[in-house]
């Protein structure tokens, strides 16, 4: 998903770096690199919480269908947690219907390839 949003972004840094840059201080631009390297690191985290939250909620990732349908909407509450609480509440922003559309886009996209690979068994 971060390479999917280095690609489709504005080419500007991303909303991490304007988290790294809230605590540390200065321009969300000077943290473009350690914004983009706690992105993945939240992906990869956010990964581990689907993969393993999932069937402890009794739910089967055992089949595509469902394991890409449960991923649609993990991506969907990736998107909502996002853009109403990390963007708004946490950093303090308020983003464009530009920056809105591809970040919706990019965590509907990231939930969906993360399903279908669990359910292919290929991650997991």
Not at 50 to 57: D, T, W, Y
């Amino acid at each position: 998903m971060t390479a999917v949003m280095m690609v489709t972004g504005d080419g500007g840094p991303p909303p991490t770096a304007a988290l790294v840059a809230k605590f540390a201080g200065g321009d969300p631009a000077d943290y473009a690199i350690p914004g983009t390297i706690l992105h993945l690191i939240y992906g990869i985290v956010a990964g581990g919480v689907f993969a393993v939250g999932v069937p402890a909620l009794g739910l089967s990732l055992g089949s595509i269908g469902l394991a890409v349908g449960f991923g649609l909407v993990y991506g969907i509450l990736l998107m909502i947690g996002g853009t109403m609480f990390w963007m708004r509440v946490v950093i303090g922003m308020e983003p464009d219907k530009g920056m809105m559309l591809m970040f919706g886009t990019v965590h509907v996209v990231y939930g969906v390839v993360l399903g279908a690979f669990l359910g292919a068994g290929i991650l997991g």
